[in-house]
Structures are given as C-alpha cells and as structure tokens.
T-cell receptor
Framework: GESVGLHLPTLSVQEGDNSIINCAYSNSASDYFIWYKQESGKGPQFIIDIRSNMDKRQGQRVTVLLNKTVKHLSLQIAATQPGDSAVYFCAENMGSSNTGKLIFGQGTTLQVKP | EAEVAQSPRYKITEKSQAVAFWCDPISGHATLYWYRQILGQGLELLVQFQDESVVDDSQLPKDRFSAERLKGVDSTLKIQPAELGDSAMYLC??????????????????FGSGTQLSVL
C-alpha cells in the first residue's frame, strides 16, 4: 500500500556537524510535503514544507530537498545543535489536495552528541 | 504566536473508566484533527472535523471513542471504557481551509502539546 517511510530510525551526529534525515514516499501524486520536529513530551512542530513544483527550499539552518524522480525527500540541518535532538517526521498529502489530510512517516530520532 | 490548546496535559486512569480530552484550535482554523501516537510510533488520524462536521472518522474505534465539535470551535474526544491499549499521546491539530489564507496550504497542521494518557 501507499506509505511514507524513513530510511533510518535513529541518526547520531556530532554537535556542529550537518545532519541529513531521509524520507521515501510512494505516491507519485503527492504534491505537498512537510517536515515536523517533535521533542520529547511535546506535539510536533512545523519546520518546513515544500510543494512538488519545487526541488529545494531553505529555511533557517534547514533545507528540504525533493527528488520526484526517485520519490525521495530529505531534511538537512546545518551546524546541528543539542536543541535539534528530537524525532523528525516527514508527511505527504497523498495527492489529495485541499482535503487537509497528511500521511506521516514513522519518524527518525536525531541524537546530537556534545 | 497563536497555539492549539489541549487539556489535561497528563491523565492517568484505570481501565473501564471514562476519560475526556479537550482541544481549542487556533482562532479561525476551521479544520480540527485528533491524532493518536503510541510511544515510539507515528501519528494515527482518529477524526477530522471541518467546522462542526465530521469529515473523516474512519479510523476512530466507534465502539468506545467519540468526538464532538458542537459549535465548530473547541472539541472533546472521549473514551469509554478505557482499555490498556489506549495508553498513548492524544494530539489535537488545526489548519485553515482552502482559500482562507492566500498561499497557505490547508494540509499545514499546527499541533497542540497533547494529552498523555496512561491506562492502568
């Protein structure tokens, strides 16, 4: 069936290094993607989004890359800080524009080592 | 910055008891969602409202779960009777509807801090 999946369940990086969190999606009709950050005991927090008519979008210290050819999404975090430690979820709209529905992946845990 | 409000923050109950969670979405957000997140797992959509109407409750265990949004603003999710397997984080989210804000997608969800439920 359709799914949004993450390649690695846990990613451990050194403080100051760049982090790359990957996500694979299977619905080629999906036209909107979001990355969320969830800290322990809190709700998911919006980080950045991207529409399918783009292949890159930058925010503050974060960049999302979209490769529609291989249906791959990645989140890059520059100069990773201890406060970036969290679970990161990608989500796609499964091609259902304007229904407000997102399908979430299982999440990748990012651990930042001091 | 406007936030989605949820209460209580934590709830401990015994199995077979009734529990209720409350959510107040961001002002002006017509769409409201309840998600369930079991520890270490992803988010499962339980119910989606647009205004006071249910848009999707296909994953809601209707034998024990109910949700309402009577005036199209705040919402209550109830479980009766609670079971051990209901232990999870219950998250509420809200979003705009198409056309509400130029350039914004209605799939952009804003989440509350959740209610952590423990059923003993």
């Amino acid at each position: 069936g359709e799914s949004v999946g993450l390649h690695l369940p846990t990613l451990s990086v050194q403080e100051g290094d760049n982090s790359i969190i990957n996500c694979a999606y299977s619905n080629s009709a999906s036209d909107y993607f979001i990355w969320y950050k969830q800290e322990s005991g809190k709700g998911p927090q919006f980080i950045i989004d991207i529409r399918s008519n783009m292949d890159k979008r930058q925010g503050q210290r974060v960049t999302v890359l979209l490769n529609k050819t291989v249906k791959h999404l990645s989140l890059q975090i520059a100069a990773t800080q201890p406060g970036d430690s969290a679970v990161y979820f990608c989500a796609e709209n499964m091609g259902s524009s304007n229904t407000g529905k997102l399908i979430f992946g299982q999440g990748t845990t990012l651990q930042v080592k001091p | 910055e406007a936030e989605v409000a949820q209460s209580p923050r934590y709830k401990i109950t015994e199995k077979s008891q009734a529990v209720a969670f409350w959510c107040d979405p961001i002002s002006g957000h017509a769409t409201l969602y309840w998600y369930r997140q079991i520890l270490g797992q992803g988010l499962e959509l339980l119910v989606q409202f647009q205004d006071e109407s249910v848009v999707d409750d296909s994953q809601l265990p209707k034998d024990r779960f109910s949700a309402e949004r009577l005036k199209g603003v705040d919402s209550t999710l109830k479980i009766q009777p609670a079971e051990l397997g209901d232990s999870a984080m219950y998250l509420c989210a809200s979003s705009l509807v198409p056309g509400q804000a130029k350039g914004e997608r209605n799939e952009k969800l804003f989440f509350g801090s959740g209610t952590q439920l423990s059923v003993l």
